[in-house]
């Protein structure tokens, strides 16, 4: 077997499973790597966008009106509005009273942003920067409830407490809302109103939170998952019990794609259809994912899109950390999971950013060895969405520029131990690796190879060999032993298409 050709690198990661059940084309271990169009390929970088935010966000939110495109960011106790120009804060009179684990619930419904924290009364705005966010119209002063969403003319409100007294199964609805105002009523027993209530309390578990899901919201419980349909008067909705034992770990902890709702719950990662319920993660990241989420922590870990590159992020802090500094990347055309580091990111969400970056010498920060955009080249397009991650300084946009922030290199690294190549049983010996990598010309990519006698036994790793880009053919490097390893690394962009193993057999022993 002397030369072995890997043609399909962009089968994904998947650290669950033991490398030598892998099938060829997967990664055992990567870093900043995601998998598009049968590659795998380094993560772009995240560059700030707006000035440094004086609070702490733990929320994020685009808005649009006619005119501007906002951004709205919330922390424990104020709130600020950007529209990459000028920043105006829109905390009301008094400041919120709510904790870092308090998250935010809210949307956009007919116009008007609303926005829960579940501690303080629900707020609203009405995109006037000359306002602030003012009390929820209608709302009684004596409820409060755990999360506020849109659905179609009416808000809808889980887990209520009412002067007091807690109704943890308790879906509660508005009256439905005119475009541009909020609801004029929540009152449940106005007859004149569609106002009302539903306890979901078939199962035990409690209200976390809710998505649209096609025609119908879903309704997450931490274990369970309902259908709300609306079927207008008398009933104005109708609930259902979907399929299935999955709920939300936490709020946030969900976001809608094309395919249904993508849900981190309590054990798993779920795709939920509307027709059932399946897991997304099992025997590929569910138990790194769990392995490393604390329940300490549990409750700041979300799950937000990348748009633009078919993506779900699942954000949590990794093995002890307070914030969330890892993501488990699932592209929903592929199915592939990736890895990308995160810098103390507290929440995220997709928009578009009406920012405009300037081609100017001077104003481009990227370090000249990293830098491989073009001189009048916009990565904002105004018209698509984004994706904006909030951190404990920034409000950066992902996917954007080479490395973060233009000063921190993003290093990539793609893994694979415990190859057999179909022959378990006798010694391999690599001489060479055949990479097919694109990059900008002249970058390289550190080439190793390894080898182990045992699937379980760490591999023994030559030293590294640097690809030239554009100029190298092949990286000579030597490992012997029943199971092969090889990785690819190095902070610039680059991508690997394919590659090829020069091997010979040197027996069973």
């Excluded at 109704?167 to 004029?184: D, E, F, L, Q, R």
């Excluded at 190549?421 to 055949?434: C, E, G, Q, T």
């Amino acid at each position: 077997m002397p030369i072995v050709k890997i043609t399909d690198c962009g089968r994904g990661w998947n650290p669950d499973l033991s490398p030598e059940e892998l099938e060829t084309g997967m990664w055992s271990s990567v870093t900043n790597m995601r998998f598009l169009n049968g590659y795998a390929q380094r993560f772009k970088g995240t560059a700030s966008v707006f000035s440094a935010p004086s609070i702490t966000p733990y929320w994020v939110q685009s808005y649009q009106t006619t005119t501007k495109k906002y951004w709205v960011h919330a922390g424990t106790q104020k709130a600020f509005v950007d529209d990459g120009t000028t920043r105006t804060e829109i905390t009301p009179g008094s400041l919120f009273t709510g904790t870092q684990d308090d998250r935010w619930t809210g949307g956009v419904l007919g116009g008007v942003l609303v926005m829960n924290n579940g501690v303080d009364q629900p707020q609203f705005w009405g995109g006037n920067v000359a306002n602030d966010l003012a009390t929820l119209t209608g709302w009684n002063a004596n409820w409060r409830c755990q999360a506020l969403t849109p659905f179609k003319n009416y808000l809808v409100a889980l887990n209520i407490t009412k002067s007091g007294t807690a109704y943890p199964h308790m879906v509660k609805w508005s009256h439905a809302a005119v475009a541009g105002t909020i609801p004029s009523s929540w009152d449940e027993t106005d007859a004149t109103k569609d106002a009302g209530e539903q306890d979901l309390a078939e199962t035990s578990d409690l209200l976390v939170d809710a998505l649209p899901l096609g025609d119908v919201l879903a309704v997450y419980k931490e274990r369970s998952c309902y259908e709300m349909r609306f079927v207008g008067q008398p009933f104005i909705f109708q609930f259902r019990k979907m399929p299935g034992e999955y709920g939300m770990l936490a709020r946030g902890c969900g976001v809608n794609t094309p395919l249904g709702n993508v849900v981190l719950s309590a054990g798993d990662v779920i795709l939920n259809t509307g027709q059932g319920m399946v897991s997304i993660a099992d025997g590929l990241v569910r138990k790194y994912i769990f392995d490393n989420l604390t329940s300490d922590n549990y409750r700041r870990a979300f799950v937000t899109s990348n748009p633009q590159r078919n993506e779900v992020l699942v954000c949590f802090p990794f093995a002890g950390s307070t914030l969330c500094n890892k993501a488990c990347v699932w592209n929903w055309l592929t199915k592939t999971w990736g890895l990308r580091d995160l810098d103390s990111v507290t929440y995220g969400a997709s928009g578009q950013i009406d920012y405009t970056t300037s081609s100017t010498w001077g104003a481009d920060s990227e370090q000249w060895d990293w830098d491989t955009t073009t001189w009048t080249g916009n990565e904002y397009a105004p018209n698509e969405a984004r994706l904006l991650l909030s951190t404990t300084t920034a409000l950066k946009a992902f996917d954007v520029g080479n490395s973060d922030d233009g000063v921190v290199a993003l290093p990539g690294l793609l893994q694979r131990t415990g190859l057999s190549l179909d022959d378990p049983y006798s010694n391999k010996l690599i001489r060479a690796v055949y990479p097919r990598i694109d990059g900008a010309a002249a970058g390289t990519v550190a080439v190793r190879v390894g080898a182990a006698m045992t699937p379980d036994a760490a591999p023994t790793w030559s030293d590294a060999v640097s690809f030239t880009i554009g100029s190298s053919i092949k990286a000579d490097a030597f490992a012997q032993g029943r199971f092969l390893a090889v990785e690819f690394s190095g902070s610039l962009p680059f991508r690997v298409r394919s590659f090829d193993l020069d091997v010979v057999s040197t027996g069973a022993y």
